[in-house]
């Protein structure tokens, strides 16, 4: 049957792609299944571990695949689980993370003496000299010696269009002169500065080749601070580890909901599709289930997830034997605190598991 996997996954978030890329890593043949990118893209996927237990089985295993599989990806992520981390926000605060993208691991304020905060003439979403204000105090108030400057460049605009980030992460992308223009926009600002903070603009698409290839013209390391959503960095990190995915064999489908769950005889036969015309069934040896808040709507609002990771009815049953839960579903994850750090987790040990590798998760 040509829809048939070994796995079906729901949901693109955190969760779900790591799932996928754990269990097609074994040799499963998988199929990811959402209606878009996961709530992650809101932000950079920034990972915090210190509200969880270091102690938790597969926790480094699980954080070191997901470092792994960002490297592969061409969107590195850095840390681990027991560093600590001070990242900047566009609200010129810090947030303490254990795992950020590469290009906001720079940003703590013991990596850089002087850093010059640089907004782009019309953009409104990021303003210079609030960031760089803020991120004064709040640097100073943890005993940090940084000093912050705001800085403004002009970027070419084309025609008919409106400054914003989506559109200037589309030319960095896409526009060589584009790139030339940031390049020499910066490189005077550089010459005086150990670190640029910008808005999230270097791409959608492009890996970390480009984003260091940057750094090195200009000869200063640059922090990008993702603003109003959709954040740039989020849709780069999603984009890139869907690629990912789909060359290692992961055949996705994209902005199609799951209508129903077939379950019969206490299995999960397959899947329905909300496809046009009618509805697309895909069937699978096993599926999990990433779907967050809207699993209610497949599974009813009374149901739980025990400690293997496989939802059960209100009575405690299992709904179906080879069903499977992981992220934000799981009711430990309804805290936004540790929210990407459960999602690695869960989604890993869940994925493995489904694999056969072994990996077990333990609920606090």
């Known amino acids: 049957m040509r829809n048939h996997f070994d796995l079906i996954v729901a949901g693109a978030g955190i969760a779900g792609i790591t799932s996928a890329a754990a269990a097609a890593g074994r040799g499963l043949k998988v199929a990811l299944v959402s209606t878009g990118p996961g709530s992650f893209v809101l932000g950079a996927g920034c990972v915090e571990v210190q509200s969880m237990e270091l102690g938790m089985p597969s926790l480094d295993e699980s954080m070191s695949f997901f470092r792994s599989l960002t490297d592969i990806a061409g969107c ?32 703590d304020p013991e990596a850089a003496a002087q850093v010059a905060v640089v907004g782009i003439k019309g953009l409104s979403s990021f303003d210079c000299n609030f960031v760089a204000e803020r991120l004064a105090y709040h640097a100073a108030a943890m005993g940090r010696g940084s000093t912050y ?20 992460g589309n030319r960095f992308d896409r526009d060589l002169h584009f790139r030339q223009a940031l390049r020499d926009a910066l490189k005077p600002i550089a010459a005086k500065a150990s670190l640029i903070i910008l808005p999230g603009i270097l791409g959608l698409h492009s890996g970390v080749e480009q984003i260091e290839t940057l750094e090195k013209e200009i000869g200063c390391k640059l922090c990008e601070l993702p603003t109003l959503p959709p954040s740039i960095p989020g849709m780069r990190l999603f984009n890139r580890l869907e690629a990912h995915l789909r060359r290692i064999g992961v055949e996705v489908f994209t902005g199609f909901p799951i209508q129903k769950l077939q379950i019969e005889n206490g299995r999960c036969r397959s899947v329905l599709l909300d496809t046009p015309a009618r509805p697309l069934e895909l069937s699978a040896d096993a599926v999990i289930l990433a779907t967050g808040p809207f699993s209610s709507r497949l599974l009813g609002s009374h149901f739980g997830v025990n400690s293997d990771l496989r939802p059960v009815d209100a009575a405690g049953a299992l709904i179906a034997n080879n069903l499977y839960a992981a992220g934000a579903i799981l009711r430990s994850t309804s805290s936004a605190r540790g929210g990407n750090a459960m999602a690695i987790l869960t989604g890993y040990a869940v994925g493995m598991l489904v694999a056969g590798a072994g990996v077990q998760y333990a609920q606090g």
């Open 76 to 107: 590195p992520f850095r840390g681990g689980p027991t560093e600590i981390r001070f990242i900047p926000t566009i609200l010129g605060s810090f947030q303490t993370v254990s795992l950020a993208p590469s290009t906001m691991w720079s940003g």
């Open 149 to 168: 400057i705001a800085r403004e460049i002009e970027l070419p605009l084309e025609e008919g269009t409106v400054a914003g980030t989506l559109q200037f």
